[in-house]
């Protein structure tokens, strides 16, 4: 036997890319509606249109530096692609039974703060928005699906962005800590595994957290980390106390990562890449505390955070039951970078691996790194590990017949899940589930493309808009079906 009896097998969406009805049933808007698409492969970055604080527009390339100030705007005559998505909103049964079919037992999605609390910091939530949630969680319930909900996924309220820097404020995690008081008592009973803050790693510019200044101001980006932690831990806290069944994880963007060589110098450079990127964050989610060379670096930077009374307290009561991480490429790190060539990779650009291909959106392609990365995080922190996000972005053919060949995606699972029953089977990792990213097709994160598609659903939706949103069953959805109903065990 390799994967547990239990083990968790869905799939992954996230409200701002899937769920759509932008402004319906009492929803009010978040940064990623107001931002543009893009063109990945042809480097046209996804835009904010923004009035800046002399009265004048100017459009920022989504992970620019916004200046202090600067409000994004919503004009009525662009195209926003998270408005409609693939449109949840209005297909939720019909996809829920989707999900089933396919052998689905875990269904991750977001919950949209927006559609709780239309402008984030709200008196009162919007009752329609809750009672929408409702609905999904009690369809998947007699779909013997269980909701793994992440409380928030790139979707900070456009208010608390524009009006308060988002979460560099105090107020904006204040905000955050009645949204998750509201989720976890109304959605008690309902939902019994969550993930707090999405990948909490990547998240400190204006397009995932409504952060001015990122980068020409540290104590910015610091002190948004550092109110992400607290939200995170608060989220653990509460989830706890309102329901000890409750099974609370952190989620991290993890990129796994080699050295260039054995050079020393290369090493190292991995290694403190390693550090930044994600040691950090997991660090302070397991354990409860900053580890020391972050506290010295801040110390040496002259960074001073501001905190409050029990702050120390809160984090280390807030430790999480479960680590997750997104999982699709890995990074090359060396002393000198410029030296070799560069590729891009989830959110951000590596050196291009000479051993490893590549997806047409320059992704490396690595399925034995996964094995790795599990290794590593296991040895690292021994609490149980999941694989909420891993997939393979493609342009995808529908047939006229409704049919999508699409070998491409179905080699990359069997390689990945391969890879992972080894880990059960031979490493011991403790394993909890799997949901592959964009199960279903998704506006996606990093270029605002519909043609840039993840899932073993096809939905018929373009970039500029176009398509009635049908949905169709690629040849994955089949293959997906098979090993879900073998429990990992039939993977040909
Ligand atoms: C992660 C996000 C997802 C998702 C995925 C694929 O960063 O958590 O929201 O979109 O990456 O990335 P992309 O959509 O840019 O291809």
Not at 104 to 121: A, E, H, K, Q, Y
């Amino acid at each position: 036997m390799s994967f547990p009896k239990g083990f968790l097998w869905g799939g992954a969406t996230a409200a701002n890319q899937y769920e759509g009805g932008y402004l319906s049933g009492g929803k009010g808007p978040a940064v990623a509606d107001a931002l543009t698409g893009g063109d990945g492969r042809n480097g046209i970055p996804r835009r904010f249109i923004c009035e800046l604080a002399d009265g004048t527009r100017k459009e920022f390339g989504g992970r620019d530096e916004i200046p202090a100030g600067a409000k994004a705007i919503i004009d009525p005559d662009v195209y926003y692609p998270s408005h409609v998505a693939t449109d949840f909103y209005h297909h939720w049964e019909e996809d829920l039974e989707l999900m089933a079919e396919m052998g689905c037992n875990v269904n991750r999605l977001s919950i949209n703060w927006t559609r709780i609390f239309p402008n984030g910091d709200d008196a009162e939530p919007n009752e329609e928005g809750i009672q929408f949630y409702i609905n999904v969680f009690k369809k998947c319930q007699e779909l013997g699906i269980e909701p793994l909900v992440t409380i928030y996924h790139f979707d900070c309220p456009l208010h608390l962005a524009n009006e308060y820097d988002g979460w560099v404020s105090r107020h904006t995690l204040e905000a955050f800590e009645r949204y998750c008081d509201v989720l976890f008592t109304r959605f008690k009973g309902l939902v019994h595994y969550w993930l707090t803050i999405n990948e909490i790693n990547i998240n400190t510019n204006f397009m995932m957290n409504g952060v001015h200044e990122h980068v020409s101001n540290k104590q910015n980006a610091e002190q948004c980390r550092y109110h992400l932690f607290l939200g995170s831990a608060y989220a653990v806290k509460k989830g706890h106390e309102v329901d000890p069944e409750n099974k609370i994880g952190l989620m991290i963007a993890h990129g796994g990562s080699y050295p260039w060589s054995c050079d020393p110098e290369d090493v190292w450079a991995e290694l403190d890449t390693a550090h930044h990127f994600k040691w950090f964050y997991g660090d302070v989610q397991v354990r409860g505390y900053y580890p020391a060379w972050k506290v010295l670096e801040l110390e040496r930077e002259g960074i001073e955070i501001a905190k409050e009374p029990g702050d120390d307290e809160l984090l280390r009561e807030g430790t999480v039951d479960f680590y997750s991480f997104s999982y699709y490429s890995t990074d090359v790190c060396a002393a000198h970078p410029e030296e070799h060539g560069a590729t891009d990779g989830n959110m951000h650009r590596s050196i291009a691996n000479p051993y490893l291909k590549q997806t047409e959106w320059g992704w490396t392609i690595d399925p034995l790194g996964l094995r790795i990365s599990l290794n590593q995080i296991w040895d690292r922190y021994q609490i149980p590990v999941m694989i909420v996000e891993n997939g393979f972005g493609a342009i995808d053919v529908r047939e006229e017949d409704g049919s999508v060949h699409d070998q491409g995606r179905i080699d990359y699972m069997r390689t990945h899940i391969k890879v992972m029953k080894d880990t059960v089977e031979l490493d011991g990792v403790d394993l909890m589930g799997y949901t592959p990213w964009g199960w279903i097709d998704v506006v996606s994160a990093g270029t605002g493309e519909m043609r840039k598609r993840y899932g073993f659903v096809y939905v018929d939706m373009d970039d500029d808009g176009n398509g009635d949103l049908s949905r169709s069953r690629k040849d994955s959805f089949y293959y997906m079906q098979k090993v879900y109903k073998s429990n990992g065990e039939d993977l040909d």
